[in-house]
């Protein structure tokens, strides 16, 4: 019952946030202007009436209030509206350009967790050792690496001077590798997720590392000791289950967080995400787009950051009492 | 804040480090300046192009050494753009701009000073959005654009090029060489791109090492394109990729003579005086739907221009040419009578080489505000065109009559498609069967991309100039092309400084004299433009240094008078004190 | 370890003082932090001392030119725009500073102030407090001050704000400031809950000293230690963000920034990789000295736990 009332006022407040967001994205961006005027000022014999016919077209002659509801109503039926810069409907270009970020972001995860669980684990089992002390020094240097340093100098390496991996771009135009798109798309992505993997990584490994050096100093831990289990089991069966929940705390961020994170990977890879859109998008201020593309972002992150609160709720259900 | 480096040392050795750490949260220094600034100019620059950036920045801090305050931002093109077309000329601090640098061309292979700086093209209307206004300036390119006579044209235009060079409305930074690395199995690649004339013509290129029927060929351009309607584009983003699929009725055969040869007109035979046209249009011609091409759609496409609810960028040039749609009149399907109203050059030089021609057929039923959301202006989707003969023809994009049929734009390779029109008008000569153009952004990796076999050529946008050493013989040929543009940094003629000169010392002392004080501060200003360093560093030696908006390769342009301007600080102060400066 | 700790004798105030002292006396890494740390500093502080140059002095472009190598006059080279290499990196050590500790100090005097009301106060206010915190711990900071950046600099237009020297940068200290409060509020709540139940502070508060006076000389200087650390943290971020940002070409153009200069040259690595290279390197051990400090702080003032 407690459970429920818990996920219900979550819920709440996610709502109320995406209400809040959305206005403060809405003025702050219509605050710049009349985004037609924009449109057309490259156009030289424009006469302000055919100005004011084409606002009136967009709907933007109405009220500032009114058209923020008209806005919110347009969201809530998925219609992001018409980029300025590129004629295309907005949320066909968030979704084609975000799977592509998804497409670099989802693996970078997954192997981020995986490496970070090994990592960590090993380094806390291993508490003030050498080992220990390497693992948390290339962590330390992995969360101080600008990310961007890193691209350029993984492109230098692995790109310029290599030659294993494609600097740009998420596919090959032509010729694809061993004539697979599967495959070609792979060996592009290759660099772009060494890049968000690494900061990712030396986040993921600190945070299994502290948990697990807690964990291991529990009673229910030296009860398993005591009663003869091999470390390794003790850790697999019971202390990794309790890691696992502040890990899973921060992939939800991550996952949430994982159509805005990179617009610098996608812009040192060239690769074509939203992040990359976006930049894009503020570089010509493209009104519809930077709206759009922020409010998929936030509804993104408040979303997945309820759903990780909700899902902790029931995995331990001590947490709402905190 | 203006703290500058001696006193700072001297400081530092009296009062010790403890004083000095509490320096440090001002992130001080601050250029050394002279006493009180003469004026304040407001640089914006354009922030998509790094290299630009950098030569505006150098000129900026040059004038800054004439005792100018120099306000630097770097902006989005577009906010600069909606910034000088206000009516009035306004200043940066008013709304308008002060100075800012771009590169701009004639649009035509043809010289016309007047459609860029006529005084009759003030915005918003028109395209001086510099607000040049010179009697002399104004007379010349009045004759040079309305006579008929070529020898009198050639003698406005020298009248234009020298009086430009004396008083210096605009400063010309350097001419650019276009270069180019094409894939070096790749042959026929004649031509820059030069919008909206010249673009890539993949139906005369071979790729030598390719085998069997298919053979593919991909161009680089940097950005998406904003839309695909000729009629709308302003850019080569857009024109290299609507460019190989329209015709316009004439048409220039090579980058190299740069001569206007018949296309979808077989024949251009004017009066005498230069009024009266005749176009006889080549037949059998037909559109990519099966449709006939006929004088009709040559009418529409002219008509669809001149109306205003259309907003075309086309629209000031067609209107000064035409006047209105009396102007011209359907004769037979494949004849059309043109009578101007006056004679003017833009015809020859813009209307029949510059319009591609689109199908009455497909785009007709297409409504002004629909125009740029739509299919042809997109090419996302597919709309179905129905022929007169009741046919219908799905269209993946635009209907043309080029050489290049549109296939659509590819999501997962963020690529725009085209295959080969087999019913082409015109004899081609390369085996290449299928066309993309992609988006890659940076020169860095636009030579990747070339080097991994992914393109084959590129657009100049990309100023490759710098990193050609690095390119290596086996994946990449360099070309050069005389680019046929300039340079340049605008300046706001309506300015009370450098424009009309009424706030320079010599023009508040006497009135009468302000234009000549304007003309002062604009040579010192020119001397104070290091082109010579900013080619040889920024470009990689690919440029000439600038002197007037005209292409240095032009046959119009006038060696003997159009010497490089030296950068000379010392004589560019003199200027100023003729102005009514004072240096200490 | 554990049984020295637990004979402290609950009233007594824990030891406050010393915290550097300690951390550089017991804590390896925070002795390479602090190293590298001193290093940016007096490199801030006396860089401009060592080199001949201006920052933004292009006078290069007239002699040895762009991208030149490493000569007498220019010990790293030149760059793409002609500036010398190392005096750029000089210069670029104070806005790197300035950026970290003006970013700090907006979001640490917020954080603490916030987190503070939020942990000392309690129930309602707390609730909406941390739920607000909550929001701005997770909000992608780069997507807004993108946007914010650009609007700002297209809203100030004619405005006095415009005459303002280092108008962008401003912006941007403030906005990676602005943007920083929420972890210090919530560790401040954590230590203002945890110690408000000490015995010290029911102590003062039977010696009938106000809220106040508890609040600001009992509870607050002994958050302090956990709140430096996260300071420290927060500064190396603050200097990333800023370096991120300018790499993206939404720099301040009057500031010498390293993210900037990484900004133009990056394209012509192949040319000249010092031009890309040292800048980087500069931002690398800046954040790193940052990381590291903040690592050795925490051993210090968490000496059972030892990194958190």
């Known amino acids: 019952m407690e459970t429920g009332r818990y996920i219900l006022r979550r819920l709440i407040y996610a709502a109320i946030m995406m209400l809040c967001t959305s206005a403060v994205i809405f003025f702050l961006i219509n605050s710049l202007g009349n985004p037609v005027e924009l449109m057309l000022a490259e156009t030289p014999g424009v006469s302000q009436e055919t100005v004011d016919l084409i606002s009136a077209q967009y709907g933007l002659d109405k009220p500032l209030i009114q058209r923020y509801f008209i806005w919110i109503g347009d969201l809530l039926r998925l219609d992001f509206g018409t980029s300025i810069t590129y004629n295309l409907p907005v949320g066909g270009m968030i979704w084609s350009w975000g799977l592509h970020s998804m497409q670099i972001q989802i693996p970078a995860i997954i192997l981020s967790v995986a490496v970070a669980i090994c990592a960590g684990t090993w380094a806390a089992r291993r508490q003030h050792s050498r080992q220990d002390f390497t693992v948390m020094g290339t962590v330390l240097l992995g969360q101080s690496m600008p990310a961007f340093f890193l691209g350029i100098i993984l492109i230098y390496i692995f790109s310029f001077v290599l030659g294993w991996f494609p600097s740009y771009g998420a596919i090959s135009t032509r010729r694809l590798l061993w004539g697979s798109a599967l495959f070609d798309g792979l060996w592009h992505m290759v660099l772009p997720v060494a890049m968000i993997s690494m900061f990712n990584i030396a986040t993921l490994t600190l945070l299994v590392r502290t948990n697990m050096i807690d964990t291991l100093r529990q009673d229910f831990i030296r009860t398993a000791r005591a009663s003869g289990l091999k470390e390794g089991e003790i850790i697999r069966r019971h202390a990794l289950r309790m890691v696992m929940l502040p890990v899973i705390t921060y992939v939800g961020l991550l996952l949430g967080l994982m159509l805005g994170t990179s617009p610098v990977t996608e812009t040192v890879f060239t690769w074509p995400g939203l992040g990359a859109l976006y930049v894009m998008a503020i570089q010509q201020l493209d009104y519809p787009l930077i709206m759009g593309i922020s409010i998929v972002i936030a509804v993104m992150l408040i979303l997945m950051t309820t759903l990780t609160d909700i899902l902790y709720a029931l995995i331990d259900p001590r947490v709402r009492l905190e | ?584 | 370890m554990t049984s020295m700790n637990d004979s402290i004798d609950p009233v007594a105030r824990p030891a406050r003082f010393g915290l550097f002292g300690r951390c550089l006396r017991t804590s390896m890494t925070g002795r390479v932090g602090f190293g590298l740390v001193m290093f940016v500093v007096i490199v801030a502080i006396f860089g401009p001392l060592l080199t001949p140059y201006a920052p933004k002095d292009q006078s290069a472009m007239y002699a040895v030119g762009a991208n030149a190598r490493p000569s007498a006059d220019h010990w790293l080279g030149t760059d793409r725009l002609g500036y010398d290499i190392l005096t750029q990196l000089l210069y670029g050590a104070r806005t790197a500073l300035v950026v970290g500790l003006g970013a700090v100090l907006i979001s640490g005097c917020a954080g603490i102030l916030i987190g503070g009301i939020a942990g000392y106060r309690g129930g309602w206010t707390d609730e909406v407090l941390m739920r607000f915190a909550e929001f701005f711990l997770v909000v992608p900071i780069f997507i807004i001050i993108l946007a914010v950046v650009r609007v700002l600099s297209k809203a100030v237009t004619g405005t006095a704000f415009e005459t303002m020297p280092y108008f962008n940068l401003t912006v941007i200290i403030l906005m990676i400031g602005l943007f920083g409060w929420a972890p210090i509020a919530r560790m401040t709540r954590g230590e203002f809950l945890r110690i408000k139940t000490l015995e010290f502070v029911q102590a003062a508060r039977c010696g009938g000293q106000s809220g106040r006076q508890i609040v600001l000389s009992e509870i607050l200087p002994n958050a302090f230690p956990s709140i430096v650390v996260l300071i420290a943290l927060e500064i190396g971020g603050a200097i990333l963000a800023e370096a991120m940002i300018s790499f993206l070409g939404f720099g301040d153009p009057n500031a010498v920034s390293w993210g900037q200069m990484l900004y133009f040259n990056y394209q012509s690595l192949k040319i000249w990789p010092m031009a890309s290279l040292a800048p980087g390197f500069m931002i690398f051990i800046t954040v790193l000295g940052f990381n590291l400090l903040a690592d050795g702080l925490s051993d210090a003032a968490n000496p059972r736990a030892r990194r958190r």
């Open chain 2, 1 to 584: 804040m203006s703290n500058n480096q001696p006193t700072r040392r001297e400081f530092l050795q009296r009062v010790g480090i403890g004083a000095a750490a509490m320096t440090v949260p001002t992130v001080i220094w601050s250029p050394a300046h002279a006493a009180e600034p003469h004026f304040k100019i407001y640089l914006t620059i354009f922030n998509n192009q790094q290299t630009r950036m950098i030569w505006t920045d150098l000129i900026g801090k040059n004038i800054a050494e004439l005792g100018v305050e120099v306000v630097t931002s770097y902006v989005p093109p577009s906010e600069v753009i909606s910034r000088r077309a206000n009516e009035t000329g306004a200043t940066y601090t008013e709304g308008g701009f002060d100075m800012y640098s771009e590169r701009i061309y004639y649009s035509t292979m043809m010289p016309l000073p007047d459609v860029l700086f006529s005084k009759a093209a003030f915005p918003p209307f028109g395209k001086n959005f510099y607000r040049v206004e010179d009697d002399i300036l104004e007379q010349a390119m009045e004759t040079y654009s309305s006579s008929p006579d070529p020898q009198k044209r050639a003698e406005a235009l020298k009248t234009f090029e020298h009086r430009w060079y004396d008083i210096q409305p605009l400063h010309m930074v350097f001419y650019p060489e276009d270069v180019i690395a094409i894939n070096p199995d790749l042959e026929g690649f004649d031509a820059t791109t030069y919008n909206p004339v010249f673009f890539p013509r993949p139906e005369n290129w071979t790729i030598t090492s390719a085998t069997g029927p298919d053979v593919s060929a991909a161009f680089a351009c940097w950005q998406p394109p904003t839309t695909l309607v000729p009629m709308y584009s302003s850019g080569y983003n857009e024109s290299n990729i609507f460019g190989p699929v329209y015709n316009s009725l004439m048409e220039y055969d090579s980058w190299e003579t740069k001569k206007a040869v018949p296309a979808l007109a077989e024949s251009v035979t004017a009066s005498e005086d230069g009024l009266v046209w005749t176009i006889k249009l080549r037949e059998g011609v037909k559109w990519h739907s099966g449709e006939e091409f006929t004088a009709d759609d040559v009418i529409y496409t002219w008509d669809t221009i001149l109306d205003p609810a259309y907003a075309s960028v086309q629209n000031s040039p067609l209107v000064s040419t035409f006047g209105s749609k009396e102007a011209y009149e359907k004769v037979s399907p494949y004849e059309i009578k043109v009578t101007l109203p006056k004679y003017s050059i833009l015809f020859e030089g813009l209307v029949l080489t510059s319009i591609s021609i689109m199908p009455k057929h497909a785009y007709a039923s297409i409504g002004p505000e629909e125009f740029r959301k739509h299919t042809i202006s997109t090419w996302t989707s597919g709309f179905t065109v129905t022929t007169s003969d009741g046919r219908t023809y799905e269209a993946k994009g635009a209907v043309g009559t080029g050489p290049w049929i549109p296939a659509g734009f590819d999501a997962m390779r963020k690529a725009y498609r085209m295959v080969k029109n087999p019913d082409y008008w015109k004899e081609t000569t390369g085996n290449v069967t299928e066309f993309f153009v992609v988006n890659i952004q940076g020169a860095d990796a636009v030579l990747s991309a070339l080097k991994a076999g992914e393109i084959d050529a590129h657009d100049p946008m990309y100023d490759i100039g710098t990193l050609v050493s690095t390119i290596e013989e086996d994946w990449g040929k360099v070309l050069t092309f005389d680019s046929y543009k300039w340079q340049q940094t605008c300046l706001n003629l309506k300015h009370p400084v450098f424009g009309t000169g009424v706030d320079t010392p010599l023009g508040k002392q006497d009135p009468s004299r302000a234009a000549e004080a304007a003309v002062y501060v604009r040579q010192a200003i020119s001397h104070a433009i290091p082109r010579e360093q900013i080619i040889k560093n920024l470009i990689a030696g690919y440029g000439k240094p600038g002197t007037v908006p005209m292409p240095v390769t032009a046959e119009e342009y006038d060696h003997d008078y159009l010497k490089p301007i030296p950068y000379d600080l010392d004589l560019a102060k003199s200027l100023m004190e003729k102005a009514g400066y004072k240096y200490a």
